[in-house]
């Protein structure tokens, strides 16, 4: 089972997807639509869903700070 979320970040909408991982563990998987190239990545495996969505968040919006257009 996954969970979906949207977060709004400097104009950007974040889409993090929250999902069990092997060994028991959760992990969020983020895009952010409209980047080109389309960004997206892994936040780090986490013992709770909430740990792994804000793993994910914080991973995007570094990555999104990074973006020339940020």
Same mark, same amino acid.
């Given at each position: ?11 950007? %909408?974040?889409?993090? %997807?929250?999902?069990?991982? %092997?060994? #028991? ?15 997206? #990545? %892994? ?28």
């Amino acid at each position: 089972m996954s969970a979906t979320h949207e977060i709004e970040y400097k104009g950007r %909408t974040i889409k993090i %997807t929250v999902a069990m991982a %092997t060994g #028991g563990k959760q992990i969020g998987t983020f895009t952010v639509p409209g980047t080109d190239p389309l960004v997206r #990545g %892994t936040g780090a495996d986490a013992n709770s869903a909430e740990a792994a969505l804000h793993s994910a968040e914080h991973k995007a919006k570094e990555m999104i700070d990074r973006l020339p257009s940020a």
